[in-house]
């Protein structure tokens, strides 16, 4: 039986176990902002900038997802470029068609423990108060659909009640 974990803290604290680590990345799948920057560094920057420019010559649509290697991570990447809010005419649908897809997407490669934080929060505009409930609603629906294992990242304890419905 898959489950869902939601956590505080720093991601990287959390990788034991896990298979793979879910990057909100931008477009042209480089070190950017927020935690994509910070996947990108941990993961070893220039290893896996020449990785994506390698194997992916297009920019990445809205929900697309790609894969690469961790490197220095340890864990496989998901990279998913995800809806910003502001430029979205159903923004929370489009966010929770982002995490049925990071399970599709993770079940058809073999995967079976994933983490991540919080996606579409930060710069692409959706605020935890808008979309927690909805958030947790559709993971616990996803883990028992594909039997995944989730941990969802959240920076503080705060924020961490918003989801813990």
């Not at 997802?65 to 991570?73: A, H, K, N, Q, V």
């Not at 883990?143 to 503080?156: A, E, G, K, R, W």
Request: proline residues 2%; aromatic residues 10%.
């Amino acid at each position: 039986m898959a489950k869902l974990d939601i956590v505080c803290g720093n991601i990287f604290d959390y990788l034991d176990n896990k298979d793979l680590i879910v990057n909100s990345t931008n477009k042209y799948m480089i070190c950017g902002s927020g935690l994509c920057g910070a996947i990108y560094k941990m993961a070893n920057k220039e290893l896996l900038e020449d990785y994506c420019k390698k194997n992916y010559k297009e920019n990445m649509r809205v929900n697309e997802i790609r894969y690469s290697p961790g490197f220095d991570l340890g864990i496989d990447i998901l990279h998913i470029y995800s809806p910003k809010y502001y430029e979205s005419n159903s923004p929370l649908l489009d966010l929770l068609n982002s995490y049925e897809k990071i399970f599709i997407s993770a079940k058809d490669n073999g995967y079976k423990s994933i983490i991540s934080v919080s996606i579409g929060t930060g710069v692409h505009g959706y605020k935890h108060n808008d979309i927690a409930k909805e958030i947790v609603k559709k993971l616990n629906e996803l883990i028992n659909i594909y039997d995944i294992d989730f941990t969802l990242v959240l920076p503080s304890e705060e924020i961490k009640k918003l989801y813990s419905v």
